[in-house]
């Protein structure tokens, strides 16, 4: 952990779910396709060019993931709100995993949606 | 959260250029207002007779719509040539169905094939060509068409490729040259002639929601296609104002504006089919289709109690069935399924008595291969904004159907054994007041026309929603065109015109006014607590008066105090004060049914409700009017006449 910082400042309090979508500012190359797509205008291009886009609005996504699918460098992923992820259970041993959870195991199923 | 650009730093300004009340005046024969599946389907066929066509909708249209994330099956598509039923029977079996069985049924239902090849023209490939289902009972090894639900009666066919339907429509609107798109344009108003409501619409205005532009369309014939509030009616009851949109089904973007803007112009709407409940839940559900319902979606998905134990399951008409193929055919006696599918039956007494151990677990795993990727890959794969938000989301996140079962919610015991309710996305196990009424929408004759000349409606603003909303677009597209061919053209209204460019931009206006300090989220809310309070579970005259009184006192105070600080909120305001006119409507049809009561009509006519300078205004009509003078006695003769310059080939 980075030292605490000693600024604080006077900000509107945070919505929630706070990160409906994130952007991985890494992978993205600021090419706004993701903006494109997006009904809700939950995400809005950045004023300055070149940047990633702003998700501005993420109380008001959709969860189309129409931005996962625009994006040509994979760089968006979605999280569903802490009382949106449920449970599944391995049938072979038996385990139970939560969506997102603290022990969620690996991808291991890979096939493409259908069309 | 601590990364992001606004932590302890100016605001970013807004990335596109402000341009409010800057004035965009466009002329077009047909104006389509919403550029869904029905409205896409609708500015295409209007403009292959010839006409021009500006097609108008307030997001992308290669997203926008409920279908604009996908649509997974298609159906009603009775016309089908392998269907069972003929769609003349399909019109008899409907009556005890849950939809309106009506002209307008019959309109989608005959045209749905057509539609179907129309869309397999444009480029949706539905059909299995890579023989991934080869063998399979839902697939026609001829035709190497998928159906779902039903494989004896073969009326629903499941949309390989549905995902990409909005993008394919999107194509061909733009390759048409008769057709201008407006995207991101959101239509605020109707024009009238001599700019009174009841006479003829003769146009509309729009505002841009990243400019904050300002449109005004001249048109001969407006159809609107903005799906009405019937799949998000409870938004009028609850909201939420954060997390408010993955609980919902349909489009968030479906406000009710073209129901409210129609109310505004004097269309009648129909209070006859109030389904007593919605199937959406708003805020407080599940994902849509990621909870395993199996009455629908993960139709067939055996489900198993927390200790394993299987549930049996019964057919349509609740006849225990044994087999696991039994699952997707209609029970015995049953002639066709429809909505009255086989369910695992969860006997209530079980569950409460602990016998059952909840949760339930749907386990895809233990289907056969085919029925396991006719669910997780086909439908959920292209299903309505479930491709990434539950295929894609729940595979990274560990799932995987061939191996773990998904947990159902916890639901109230009844709440199982409900067909096409509750399932759908997990009553939250809690009080249920924002089960809300949800209206039928606009009337439309054989024309798809409304009581107010020149309006038309078609996809689920008026009772036909779905894949097969494109029936009914592309029918009203064709008809709107051949009025348009033979109506002259009305100069617009510029005192209407003036009034609602006022109205528009009073929001930002009052920027720096220290009394505007209302949201557009506080705004909705009041709207919510006027419609539980009045309009809820116990209504009474009184109440529904009380209601109308209250809306119009918020709309004199708050809604006057109402900010917003770029063309995002004023959309959003705007939005909701559509939303007030649909709290209205609904008051109004409830006062209407009282005021008929007290005239003592006959329960076999027809009610039909309109505003006419805040005049509720009641026509009564016999039943089934479609079939009655002056229209023929059957449903094809009708069909066939409203559609005979059409396959004339007459162009202008």
């Not at chain 2, 991934?132 to 499941?158: Q, S």
């Not at chain 2, 109030?274 to 319902?293: D, M, S």
């Not at chain 2, 809604?559 to 006119?581: C, D, G, I, K, W």
């Amino acid at each position: 952990m980075s030292e605490i910082s000693k600024k604080a400042y006077l900000v509107p309090n945070a919505v929630a779910p706070g990160q409906t979508v994130t952007i991985d500012p890494d992978k993205c190359i600021g090419c706004n396709a993701c903006t494109k797509k997006c009904r809700m205008q939950t995400i809005m291009p950045n004023p300055e060019k070149g940047k990633p886009p702003v998700v501005i609005y993420p109380d008001e996504c959709w969860f189309c993931g129409l931005c996962v699918e625009s994006c040509p460098k994979g760089a968006i992923a979605l999280h569903y709100p802490i009382n949106q992820r449920l449970f599944f259970k391995r049938k072979t041993t038996g385990e139970v995993f939560r969506i997102d959870g603290p022990d969620a195991p690996p991808q291991s199923y890979f096939e493409p949606p259908i069309g | 959260m601590t990364s992001d650009l606004n932590y302890g730093s100016v605001p970013p300004e807004w990335p596109f250029e402000i341009r409010y009340g800057h004035e965009n005046r466009v002329e077009t024969d047909v104006l389509v207002i919403g550029a869904g599946v029905a409205g896409s389907m609708a500015g295409l066929i209007a403009a292959r007779r010839g006409v021009r066509v500006a097609v108008v909708d307030k997001a992308p249209i290669d997203v926008s719509g409920s279908g604009g994330a996908g649509l997974d099956h298609y159906g009603g598509c009775i016309s089908n040539p392998d269907c069972a039923v003929t769609p003349e029977e399909y019109m008899e079996l409907a009556k005890n169905g849950p939809f309106p069985a009506d002209h307008r049924m019959y309109i989608n239902i005959k045209g749905a094939w057509d539609n179907l090849l129309e869309l397999e023209r444009l480029g949706l490939k539905f059909r299995d060509e890579d023989d991934e289902f080869a063998g399979a009972p839902f697939r026609d090894d001829k035709t190497k068409i998928l159906y779902a639900y039903d494989y004896k009666t073969k009326d629903t066919i499941r949309l390989r490729g549905g995902h990409h339907i909005k993008k394919i429509m999107r194509q061909a609107l733009a390759k048409e040259e008769n057709v201008t798109l407006f995207e991101r344009v959101m239509i605020t108003r109707l024009l009238t002639e001599g700019g009174r409501p009841g006479t003829r619409v003769i146009g509309a205005t729009g505002l841009h929601e990243e400019t904050g532009e300002f449109y005004v369309f001249s048109a001969k014939a407006v159809i609107i296609c903005t799906a009405g509030v019937s799949m998000q009616g409870t938004s009028t009851w609850t909201f939420n104002s954060e997390m408010f949109a993955n609980g919902y089904r349909s489009d968030p973007r479906n406000t009710g504006d073209g129901i409210a803007m129609a109310w505004e112009a004097g269309a009648e709407m129909n209070s006859e089919h109030q389904f007593g409940q919605a199937l959406n839940v708003g805020p407080f559900g599940w994902p849509w289709y990621g909870i395993g319902n199996p009455d629908n979606t993960w139709h067939g998905c055996t489900i198993v109690d927390n200790k394993g134990k299987e549930v049996p399951w019964v057919d349509g008409l609740d006849q225990p069935i044994s087999t696991l193929e039994e699952r997707w055919l209609p029970g015995k006696g049953q002639v066709y399924m429809g909505y009255m599918r086989p369910i695992p039956y969860f006997d209530p007494k079980l569950i409460e008595s602990g016998e059952y151990e909840l949760p339930f677990w749907a386990d895809l795993s233990s289907l056969p291969e085919h029925e396991r990727r006719g669910i997780w890959g086909l439908m959920v794969g292209n299903e309505g904004r479930t491709r990434f938000a539950i295929y894609d989301y729940y595979n990274k996140a560990g799932f995987n159907p061939e191996t773990d079962m998904l947990q159902c919610p916890v639901m109230t015991p009844e709440s199982f054994t409900y067909r096409r309710k509750d399932w759908f996305q997990g009553e939250p196990n809690m009080a249920r007041f924002w089960k809300a009424d949800t209206l039928a929408g606009m009337s439309t004759d054989w024309n798809q026309m409304t009581n107010v000349p020149g309006l038309f409606a078609a996809g689920s603003e008026s009772n036909q929603g779905g894949a097969a909303a494109g029936s009914s677009g592309a029918y009203a597209g064709n008809r709107a065109a051949e009025y348009a061919m033979e109506t002259p053209r009305v100069p617009l209204d510029e005192a209407q015109i003036a009034a609602e460019k006022e109205r528009v931009y009073a929001p930002v206006r009052r920027m720096g006014d220290r009394d505007a300090r209302i949201s557009w989220k506080e705004l909705w809310m009041g709207l919510n607590r006027v419609m539980q309070q009045d309009c809820g579970e116990f209504r009474t005259e009184a109440t529904l008066r009380h209601g109308l009184m209250w809306l119009q006192s918020i709309r004199e105070k708050e809604m006057q105090m109402t900010f917003a600080r770029n063309p995002h909120e004023l959309a959003r305001v705007l939005e909701v004060e559509s939303r007030y006119t649909v709290g209205e409507i609904y008051l109004h049809l409830g006062l209407a049914n009282y005021e008929r009561e007290k005239m003592g009509v006959p329960e076999d006519k027809m009610m039909y409700t309109k505003l006419i300078n805040g005049r509720r205004v009641l026509t009564f009509k016999d039943r089934e009017w479609w079939l009655k003078p002056p229209y023929a006695p059957t449903y094809l003769e009708n069909y066939m006449k409203s559609r005979d310059k059409e396959l004339q080939g007459r162009r202008v």
